[in-house]
């Protein structure tokens, strides 16, 4: 086989998920408390914004898909896509984890929200949107893209901030497997439907004690998590 050495740029728009999650299951008859659940679980540290461009379309306490992001512009806007005669831009943000790694996640904005909170160039920003998900049939870099959906910009100084918070249901087996390090760790997919009709499948891994309680779990179960977008390089092998 051949090592094929995936450089960082190319790394962005190919890899911005698992998410690292801390997870509940929600019995069907409780399905409608869950809006509250997720309000809690998206309020943990919330500090109030120096300035923000949009709002109202993101209550926490109405929504299943729920992602903020506070950390370091690493790129200035690229022009992305056009849908319905809109352009849309997309830009790299990173965020630390404690351990000083840095998290390197795409964000997908309109150029009216862009042109508002007049994003151009480096500084501390903070995002609140919604993750997405689409598939590359282009045929190159990762099938599943995931990036973050941005609803509300501003620049904002602070400690970085990396968390989302999900609802949605189980679309695939649990895979439990073994890291070589000898942790336990649980895959999952997770459908989360937006308003519109269409649904954002969403790859999640839980760790340890909690990812063997998931590996229990059934594909149609109703679920609710929070935790943080990781990214990560890699080596493809060809």
């Known amino acids: 086989s051949q090592r094929d050495n995936i450089s960082e740029s190319s790394i962005i728009a190919q890899l911005l998920i698992p998410i690292l999650a ?5 019995p069907r008859e409780y399905t409608s408390a869950a809006g509250n659940m997720l309000y809690h679980l998206t309020g943990r540290g919330a500090s109030a914004p120096t300035k923000r461009y949009g709002g109202n379309a993101m209550d926490e306490s109405n929504t299943r898909n729920y992602a903020v992001l506070r950390g370091s512009l690493a790129a ?3 022009f992305s896509h056009m849908s319905r005669g809109e352009r849309f831009f997309v830009f790299p943000v990173e965020t630390r984890r404690l ?5 390197r996640i795409n964000v997908v904005a309109r150029e009216s929200l862009l042109k508002r909170a007049e994003i151009l160039e480096a500084g501390r920003i903070r995002v609140a949107g919604e993750l997405r998900s689409f598939n590359n049939k282009r045929g190159e870099g990762a099938k599943l893209v995931i990036t973050v959906f941005a609803k509300e910009l501003g620049f904002e100084d602070g400690e970085d901030i990396n968390s989302v918070a999900l ?3 189980l679309c695939k087996t649990p895979n439990l497997r073994v890291t070589p390090m000898g942790r336990d760790i649980c895959d999952l997919m997770l459908a989360v439907n937006r308003r519109c009709g269409r649904s954002d499948y969403l790859p999640c891994i839980c760790w340890g004690r909690r990812g063997r309680e998931c590996s229990l779990l059934r594909v149609g179960d109703r679920l609710s998590l929070s935790g943080r977008i990781q990214s990560r390089a890699y080596i493809k092998l060809i």
């Open 167 to 169: 609802e949605g249901t």
């Open 99 to 103: 351990s000083g790694t840095a998290d």
């Open 22 to 26: 801390s997870l509940y299951y929600i």
């Open 76 to 78: 200035a806007p690229a």
